[in-house]
């Protein structure tokens, strides 16, 4: 079975330009959560998706905004990229919302110039 | 609020020697929580977790976790290190009944033959 894929893997963009990110959560998985990694830090969350309703939210800018599809996918969109948008996203599926174990993807790269 | 300490930046070992990766917490109701391992450019995986039932948390690869209520840690353990387990280590921490995970700063593990 396929795990989590997002897409692009890489991506570089400059200073005021608009992203979005993409998410396919495993096969039958009907939450997907979105988390920041920063170089050298321990990823940050940034939302969760379930069932295409907006369960939770971490602490970022109006600049970030996602949504969630029929098909259980995830995009996120980030406006006005900033230097400090630079960063390593990842995209996590769970089977349902709650204390369910949450499966990563390999991330997209973005790099802000 | 919740949150994770890990108290180790770096942690070097011998092959075939044992592993300990330190991790305190922080949490206002009874938490989750978990081990994650994230290798070169790549996702993360969950080596374990811990919700409520027995406080020695076995994992793949052969680590496992002891919840430490009193102490408020939980450290990972390995009695015997390969090559293979040379990686970053994320200690996670969650609201149980809720999604959004939340992160250490890592411990990178150093392997050496």
Redesign the interface.
């Known amino acids: 079975d396929a795990g989590?894929t997002q897409s692009p893997t890489h991506l570089i963009k400059t200073r005021g330009q608009q992203v979005t990110l993409r998410c396919s959560p495993i096969s039958g998985h009907k939450?997907v959560?979105w988390?920041q990694q920063v170089l050298g830090?321990?990823?940050?969350?940034i939302f969760?998706y379930?069932e295409k309703e907006e369960?939770?939210r971490?602490n970022f800018p109006d600049r970030f905004s996602a949504r969630q599809f029929p098909n259980y996918s995830s995009e996120l969109n980030v406006n006005a990229l900033l230097l400090g948008d630079s960063a390593l996203y990842?995209c996590?599926s769970?089977i349902r919302?709650?204390?369910?174990?949450?499966?990563?993807?390999?991330?997209t790269r973005l790099s802000i110039l | 609020a919740q949150s994770v300490t890990q108290l180790d930046s770096h942690v070097s070992v011998s092959e075939g020697t044992p592993v300990l990766l330190r991790c305190n917490y922080s949490s206002s109701y009874s938490p989750s929580l978990f081990w994650y391992v994230q290798h070169p450019n790549k996702g993360l995986q969950l080596l374990l977790k811990y919700t409520s039932a027995a406080t020695l948390v076995k994992g793949i690869n052969g680590f496992e976790a002891e919840f430490k209520k009193s102490e408020t840690s939980f450290h990972l353990t390995k009695p015997s290190a390969h090559m293979s387990d040379a990686a970053e280590y994320f200690c996670v921490v969650s609201e149980r009944g809720f999604q959004k995970l939340v992160f250490g700063t890592g411990t990178r593990l150093l392997v050496s033959p």
């Open positions: 989590v939450s959560s988390y830090q321990g990823p940050q969350f969760q379930y369960r939770g971490g990842l996590a769970s919302d709650g204390n369910q174990p949450q499966h990563f993807g390999d991330g």
